[in-house]
């Protein structure tokens, strides 16, 4: 099938590291994605990684992948109030889209991020 | 620098009546996409278009939804005979060509449709 599954909630303290994590269903998703959504917002992408990688760091987010396993988590470190929002892993399998087409995302994790 | 837009941002209708939305993309964007969330899930893919041509479409658009992009530009999304599990926010997309593998979409606001 299609589907990315997450966890659905994850609530942190301030200034500790948060992790997502996300199992995608396609081995050949050349590029996995992490966005996003807050509220009265429009999605952003946040980050991504090329299938060939098995890290990749930016700033205070760090993004790996375990390609046998089609497990892909986001890391991030130092959480603020201001992440907490929802995030949701995205791909975009060959099989399904013939090119490159849609995205297919899972059904988020809302971080909440308290003091 | 001017992203994604939709219009209106809600929409209020009885059961049977028919809406129409509008995305204008990011200029020069020659790629859309439609979505429709509902709570508490994420984004599920409706349709594709490249310039003014519809490639692909989900089968979660039954008859009653169409969408257009005549000129290429901006798109619309008609809801005819709408249903109370209509009710959803539907979001616009757009990329531009030439990104290789990278299919980084860029998200309006959205269009949150209410179906009384």
């Known amino acids: 099938g299609e589907d990315v599954e997450q966890s659905l909630f994850l609530s942190v303290r301030e200034g500790d590291s948060s992790v997502i994590n996300c199992t995608y269903t396609d081995s050949s998703s050349t590029y996995l994605y992490w966005y996003k959504q807050e509220p009265g917002a429009g999605l952003q992408l946040l980050t991504y990684i090329f299938s060939n990688m098995d890290m990749k760091q930016d700033q205070r987010l760090t993004v790996l992948l375990n390609k046998k396993d089609k497990h892909l988590s986001l890391r991030i470190a130092d959480t603020q109030t201001g992440d907490s929002a929802i995030y949701f892993c995205?791909?975009?399998?060959?099989?399904?889209?013939?090119?490159?087409?849609?995205?297919?995302f899972g059904a988020g994790t809302r971080l909440a991020v308290h003091p | 620098d001017t992203g994604v837009s939709q219009d209106p941002r809600h929409k209020i209708t009885k059961r049977g009546q028919n809406v129409t939305f509008r995305c204008d993309p990011i200029s020069e964007h020659n790629r859309l996409y439609w979505y429709r969330q509902t709570l508490g899930q994420g984004p599920e893919f409706l349709t594709y278009f490249q310039n003014e041509a519809q490639l692909e479409k989900s089968r979660l658009l039954s008859d009653r939804f169409s969408a257009e992009r005549p000129k290429g530009s901006f798109s619309t999304l008609e809801i005819q005979r709408t249903e109370q599990g209509d009710s959803a926010m539907y979001l616009c997309?757009?990329?531009?060509?030439?990104?290789?593998?990278?299919?980084?979409?860029?998200f309006g606001p959205g269009t949150r449709l209410t179906v009384l």
């Open positions: 995205a791909e975009t399998p060959l099989m399904f889209s013939g090119g490159y087409n849609k995205l297919i």
């Open positions: 997309a757009s990329r531009p060509a030439g990104t290789g593998g990278l299919n980084e979409q860029f």
